[in-house]
């Protein structure tokens, strides 16, 4: 057993602190958020956020928010089981579940507690996880917190994925992953994911983040696409953030599966629930997206077009199924130079650094809009080419 550490003085408990930045900051992979104006400034073209569909600032979705504070306040005033639950909220449930093609949804104040409660709540002791390794964050905590057997695989390797379900020491098992990987933009097979899921008896949940919609018949999503909305065997969970352009997450799937999320996750007994304003704003956004059904393609056709682009300027690429292209850079060191020169000639992009990256190459990470012109891919495609390291 390690002896205590010294005594501190109370200024140099945090000193570690410090170190740590630095060596960050040394490695490039010191994080600082941009802070953004009210609205798009004159010139710029932004290529870093989610809002897909560029319903963020729609009229429609913006004037929801403000009419759902006026008459529910500004907040649920409460977790979901201690007086929070509001019947906006029971209708966008019931609007996403329509949507979908799902018989249930539980709605929750970020797509990252929809994440932790569906993990956590549909495994435990008794369960072993087989998840993609390359998983976004939430899911990840969600597997720590699971107290089950876990076990990541390679990326989109379904062998893999039925070898650790053949070899499992659990009676239970659930497969997770993403549909659109949200640092790539590559996509699983989950009809695939699926066959192999039902041939060892087990689960799958599917992080529809980046594929609801932008993928599927009118932006139903990757889930609804592959056939999968309705099975009694597949939960997921979607962002309100991406596509929607609001605030917020859901999971979808089996009624009895969304009640047992319901009373047993932490997630939502504990956090104080959507905003009024949210919730509103995400059955607009929904209405919009009925009304409009042609944004979804949209938004694929300019991640295309960025793409060909690129590689037309000699600039490797992933090629996108949904809204996401990702460059690699040479070091984390260089693609942040790399965007800092990109947003001074105003293309913001995003960075995706390790451990994100779980494959450690850090990347530029750049995401199409229903709403880019010709004219704003061809100015980002010149922009990035230009500033390219060298």
């Known amino acids: ?48 956020g989610d809002d897909y569909l560029g319903l963020a600032r729609d009229k429609r979705v913006a004037g929801a928010t403000a009419a759902a504070a006026l008459k529910w306040g500004a907040g649920a005033a409460g977790a979901r089981q201690l007086g929070g639950s509001l019947e906006l909220h029971a209708e966008l449930e019931h609007e996403l579940a329509r949507f979908v093609g799902a018989q249930a949804a539980a709605v929750f104040p970020s797509a990252y507690t929809a994440n932790l409660a569906a993990v956590t709540a549909l495994s435990g002791a008794e369960s072993a996880i087989v998840s993609d390794k390359s998983v976004q964050p939430a899911l990840v905590d969600g597997c720590r917190l699971s107290r089950g057997d876990i076990a990541a695989v390679t990326h989109l390797d379904t062998d893999a994925v039925a070898h650790a379900l053949s070899t499992r020491r659990k009676p239970r098992a659930l ?72 605030q917020g997450g859901a999971v979808v799937g089996p009624r009895r599966a969304i009640r047992h999320v319901t009373e047993v996750a932490r997630a939502y007994g504990h956090d104080a629930a959507l905003a009024p304003g949210n919730a ?61 020169t990109c947003a001074e000639h105003g293309v913001h992009v995003g960075r995706i650094c390790p451990p994100i990256a779980s494959d450690g190459v850090t990347r530029l990470r750049l995401t199409a809009r229903a709403t880019l012109t ?17």
């Open 374 to 390: 010709e004219s704003d891919v061809d100015t980002a495609v010149k922009v990035i080419a230009e500033t390219a390291p060298r």
């Open 175 to 246: 497969v997770v992953t993403e549909s659109v990987f949200g640092v790539d933009g590559d996509t699983a097979d989950l009809g695939r994911l699926a066959e192999v899921c039902r041939a060892h008896g087990a689960a799958l949940l599917v992080d529809d983040a980046h594929g609801f919609g932008v993928l599927g018949d009118g932006g139903r999503g990757a889930v609804h696409d592959a056939g999968l909305a309705s099975a009694p065997d597949v939960v997921t969970t979607v962002s309100l953030s991406g596509a929607l352009g609001t």
């Open 1 to 48: 057993m390690n002896a205590p550490g010294p005594a501190l003085p109370p200024d140099e408990v945090f000193d570690w602190l410090d170190t740590e930045a630095a060596t960050r900051a040394e490695a490039g992979l010191e994080r600082r958020p941009r802070q953004r104006a009210a609205g798009p400034a004159p010139g710029t073209i932004d290529l870093e």
């Open 280 to 340: 509103s704003a995400a059955l607009a956004a929904l209405a919009a997206l009925r009304e409009e059904p042609e944004l979804p393609g949209k938004a694929v056709a300019g991640a295309l077009s960025l793409a060909q682009g690129l590689r037309a300027a000699g600039l490797r690429t992933s090629m996108p199924a949904a809204a996401i292209v990702s460059l690699p850079a040479p070091s984390a060191q260089a693609a942040a130079t790399w965007a800092s």
